[in-house]
């Protein structure tokens, strides 16, 4: 099935490029959150929703662009966690780095995962234990990579809070390089970053997908108490801070 879920996300990219591209207006809009959501976003899910539903009919879906009640989910042992458009705020800034996000939960854990980036076009993709970047039509079987120093992956756009500063300083010699979306939990997993830490907030449909690449290539995805991000159904959507490391 990973194929076919891979094929979705190019589908769902196609639909976000039309409006990146400025073939279809890009109505920027903002959620109670006040976190930015544009036409692209809802094309996507659309374009997700419909293709999970033809694939897996029996198997709910939890969408950020319509995340069902607690009521209807709260008892979900299997279920895709879909974000659409991950990077809302990098494709305004159009700037490429934004990512189309699709993972399978089972019981809290994400055992398939794919993150897209349409500008980029790369593909990463995780099942069975295993994980695998496309790129030019080649595809290769990604691990994690040991280097020292090591190379720091922060948020792009929210990489300045004070523990995160803290935190820096108290790692020793290190470089750190800043980027968006999931594509950070993919550069731990193909070897070229050694860490990712996260302070600020997100949500489950940000991380599930880049969990499951990254775990698949062999890195830990824990938070900052060292209990693996868990993705069984709760009321809130939030997750804890969390490291992705090599260890």
Excluded at 161 to 171: A, F, H, I, T
Excluded at 180 to 198: D, H, I, M, T
């Amino acid at each position: 099935m990973l194929e076919q879920i891979c094929q979705l996300a190019r589908e769902a990219g196609d639909a976000i490029m039309q409006v990146y591209n400025g073939a279809a207006p890009l109505d920027v809009s903002h959620k109670s959150d006040d976190s930015p959501v544009t036409a692209a976003d809802i094309a996507a899910h659309e374009v997700i929703l419909a293709g999970l539903k033809k694939l897996t009919p029996d198997l709910p879906v939890l969408s950020e662009e319509d995340p069902p009640a607690w009521e209807v989910r709260q008892h979900w042992q299997r279920y895709w966690l879909v974000d659409p458009l991950d990077g809302t705020k990098e494709f305004i800034k159009r700037n490429g780095e934004f990512t189309v996000n699709i993972a399978l939960i089972e019981a809290g854990k994400p055992v398939m995962g794919v993150v897209y980036a349409p500008v980029l076009g790369v593909m990463y993709s995780a099942a069975d234990g295993k994980a695998w970047k496309e790129e030019g039509g080649q595809r290769e079987q990604i691990h994690v990579r040991d280097a020292r120093p090591p190379l720091v992956v922060v948020s792009r756009s929210h990489g300045d809070d004070d523990e995160m500063k803290e935190y820096l300083k108290q790692l020793g010699e290190h470089q750190t390089v800043a980027t968006g979306s999931s594509l950070k939990f993919c550069l731990v997993a193909e070897g070229k970053a050694q860490l990712y830490p996260r302070f600020g907030p997100t949500n489950i449909w940000d991380t599930g997908a880049g969990h499951a690449v990254a775990m698949a290539a062999g890195a830990h995805v824990h938070d900052w108490q060292g209990k693996t991000l868990d993705y069984a159904p709760r009321e809130s959507f939030l997750n804890p801070g969390f490291r992705v490391s090599l260890f």
